[in-house]
């Protein structure tokens, strides 16, 4: 089936609508669109696999940041640019982040951790649109949206240990994702996972035939858009909240959101 980028035909978007990020040999490094009131986010090294080196990194960060601050934006869609969602860490760039360099190793953990934590923090939802190699970050990236989109070309999986790396900051991610056997499996061998595999494990959503991703979580974000943002926000912010909790603690939670949820009705929508 061909690629088919609905917004490619689309009209112009409003607000941030087509703002470059940052430049990579004099290409933008993250494209956002706005599609109605869903902002779309395009990771655009599509040389490079979408490899996350700091300065598609930091654009990513920004932009997701300035997407929730956005009061005309109710919804997210995370995607790639060309084959690929994002094939993880750029190792050019890591082979400079040595002991000798410890400042920089550290800075640049502590990106990683910002960038890999945002999208449950986020207010809006936000869901991943996900073709072709997503690996170690990239694999952490698409797992971590609220809800995922696999074409069926998808190869996902933790490379990392073949590269005599760990994948230290997305392991948590993976493991609250996953069962520990099959997450160990994953980190320990380098295994990838395709569409169907992920479907089946509970870690993709929707399995589309690749060019059709990215309409297909377009459709869910536009979905999300019509809902109440105050409730949409409540309702995220309590589901990420309790997954962490004893029962008890919980329910309590979910009863202060009980408590305050009926003053969203006509607020906002």
Known sequence: MPEHDPLATSAPPGGNGGAPAAADAGRAVLITEDHGAVRVLRMNRPDKLNALNTELTTALLDALRAADADGAVRAVVL??????????ADLKEFAGLTP???????????????TQMLPQELTKPIVSAVRG???????????????VVAATDVRFGYPELRHSLVPAIVMTGLQRHLGRKLAFELISTGRMLDAAELAAHGLANRVVEPGAELAAALEIASGWAEVNPRAMAAAKGLFHRVADL???EAMRAGGDVNAIMRGFRGAGA
């Open 79 to 88: 995607h790639g640019a060309g084959r690929a969602f994002c094939a993880g």
């Open 133 to 147: 190699a997503a690996m170690g970050g990239g694999a952490g990236l698409a797992i971590g949206c609220d809800m």
């Open 246 to 248: 004893p029962f008890a």
């Open 100 to 114: 000798a360099n410890q400042e920089a190793v550290t800075r640049r953990a502590e990106l990683t951790m910002r």
